[in-house]
């Protein structure tokens, strides 16, 4: 992606991590689907921190400019 992905089905806090495990954004996603705009972020690899079943998960996103 060029840095816009879209969140789906998660009613709760997510947080957008580099690499490095820096925060680089948290947002609060309360509807069925969600724009995260990235676009001012560098290309790279990112994550995305989220709970399910009580459990932390990490989705793994992708900056391609």
């Not at 991590?17 to 954004?25: C, S, V």
């Not at 309360?30 to 790279?44: A, H, I, M, R, V």
């Given at each position: ?15 957008v ?6 925060r ?5 996603i ?36």
């Amino acid at each position: 992606s060029k840095g816009i992905f879209y969140v789906e089905n998660l009613n709760q806090k997510i947080t957008v991590l580099n690499t490095l495990g820096q925060r680089i954004l948290t947002a609060e996603i309360n509807s069925n689907s969600s724009k995260l705009d990235l676009t001012e972020q560098p290309t790279g690899v990112y994550f995305i921190e989220y709970k399910l079943n009580n459990k932390i998960q990490y989705k793994k996103i992708v900056i391609q400019k």
